[in-house]
């Protein structure tokens, strides 16, 4: 199995309402950025992954709404309806068999353009819970009073890592700055679905992200210190209803799996970029892949993570996006001393039903 | 042009489930005002709503049982959705394994986890989830 680099990255900047583009040149955005960076063009890129859902983009198969501009024509296209570190473990298989040498690797989204309500209330079951009414937010409050009773986390915990990711927000020049908030703001804030609040929830957006992939043949061609994909793992747990809350195991699966393929051990990584869309579910997820929530803003997260305002689908792509500036030593204002091992986490799903991680590293 | 052009569309998008025998058997026992569940040949875990496979194991259900229209309250939220105000819980029905998404008639400060509840009967029989119209304390 061959080795697999990121050698370039790119985003859009992820916004309430990008009504100046239409959802393709919205991606263009991100592929430009990341074909630049690894200083290459779209015909040298062998093969394409994308991500994003057909709700979002009102269109069936709506991966062929971005095929011209992912420039897949003649080419092995896939799309994954999922988050895009999905596409990109899918895209790391594709290098790593030795089938292609480079590979470009999406996500879009633009949450502000269909009926949220419809959308996320077309992923219940039909038979025996759709006719309820609920939507992903009851599902997230749900649970979240179950680890609140649990004593596992608290609002204030989780409310301290809305506060963090918010301030992130200013030293990111790829998400709209938001306004500062105090713990004492977020708790008490109008209730989105009990014991949530509004802020608990990530802010709606539109963004994309790009990435481009390489053989370490191409990768040492492009680059004296390409960012690697040491580990990935991915794996799903049961239906949100049949699945208590506190239940990680398809997390434990795919960081175990990740980590099991690199050389790492026991070691604890330089930093974490995890994805949660609720931020009772960031301390659960955050503290089960090693990080400590202290480290918040910093360690954890120095991006902001979701709740500094990325779309669904894009998430964990940005995540992935983050560790390679850190990695590289490019993360501007925000740079973490001397970081040379990242974990990335997506998740995907009502209830955070599918978990992605992706373990990369710099170094010979 | 400084005015973003949007297009306001609406995709039409009826759809026709079908139900299954194992759905089918829960959606008519409400019909009948009875809940069942179905047992897992395999591991003999009990499923709430009936389904056709279980979701401990992923075998093929092998027969459905009529539960006690009881069950107690796992968790609950309330939250206001296109302008409706309504506290959802996650109930376990009496010798089930699993819960349910329904919803819960009863003042939300009222409600603890445990408490007993039992199905408001819709005055339709109709073989729908909605066929109980809410789950209320005892």
Known sequence: M?????????????ARDRNDVAYAELL??????????????????DNAVTASLDFYDGRTIANMAVADVVGSYLKPESRICSDGIGALLYGWARIADGAHQVGLVTAHCKESEGNLATIE?????????????????????LGA????????????????????????????????????MTIAEVLDAPRLATPLGVFDRAPNRDGSCAMILATEEVARDLSDSPVWIAGVGTATGKYWADRHPADLSALDRARDSAVAMTGWGTDVPDLFEVSAQYAHQLCQFATRLGAQLTEAGRTLNPSGGWHAGNPVTVSGLSRVTECVHQLRGHAGPRQLHDAQRALAHGVAGLGAQSHFVAALEVGD | MTEPTILHQKINLPYRYTAGDFHKAFLYGLANRRIVGSRCPACLTVAVPARPFCPECSAHSGETMDMKPKGTLETWSTATIQGVTRTYGLIRIRGADTVMLHIVDAEPSTLQVGMELVPRWSPEPVPEITAIAAFIPT
């Open chain 1, 121 to 141: 209330g077309a992923a219940f079951d039909p038979f025996v819970q759709r006719r309820l009414g609920a939507d992903a937010d009851v599902v997230a409050g």
């Open chain 1, 145 to 180: 009073r179950q680890i609140y009773a649990s004593g596992a986390f608290s609002p204030t915990d989780a409310a301290a890592l809305v506060v963090a990711a918010r301030a992130a927000s200013a030293v990111n020049s790829k998400v709209t700055t938001l306004e500062p």
């Open chain 1, 28 to 45: 263009l955005e991100a592929i430009d950025e990341a074909l630049a960076d690894a200083g290459i063009g779209l015909a040298d890129v």
């Open chain 1, 2 to 14: 061959g080795r697999v680099a990121i050698v370039g990255v790119g985003q859009s900047v992820h």
